[in-house]
């Protein structure tokens, strides 16, 4: 059964840091696409950084420069670290697989 658990959200101040985790289950990461992105409730999703089967990685143009993708495979977790950390990056969370995806982690920024 496939399982994508993320984990590491919470409260924190505007230009702070936050790194949320994405443990898989069911399935290998390693060589896997794999995507995170986030939701504010009655919008659409954003994609915001992919993680591809050679190991690179791409952010959506908006978040070069703050978010930045990595992926463990002993692990089978991938990774989203977020910096400098605005009130509008706040969300739902979500790491992706296909069409599968977490229950998501919720990020909220403020002071």
């Known amino acids: 059964e496939v399982q994508l658990v993320e984990s590491g959200g919470g409260l924190v101040q505007p230009g702070g840091s936050l790194r949320l985790s994405c443990e898989a289950s069911?399935?290998?990461?390693?060589?896997?696409?794999m995507s995170w992105f986030r939701q504010v409730p009655g919008e659409e999703s954003d994609w915001l950084c992919a993680?591809?089967?050679?190991?690179?990685?791409n952010c959506a143009p908006s978040m070069k420069g703050r978010f930045t993708m990595s992926r463990d495979n002993a692990k089978n977790t991938v990774y989203l670290q977020m910096n400098n950390l605005k009130p509008e990056d706040t969300a739902v969370y979500y790491c992706?697989?296909?069409?599968?995806r977490g229950q998501g982690t919720q990020v909220t920024v403020s002071s």
């Open positions: 069911g399935f290998s990461v390693s060589r896997s696409v």
């Open positions: 993680v591809y089967g050679d190991d690179t990685t």
């Open positions: 992706y697989w296909g069409s599968f």
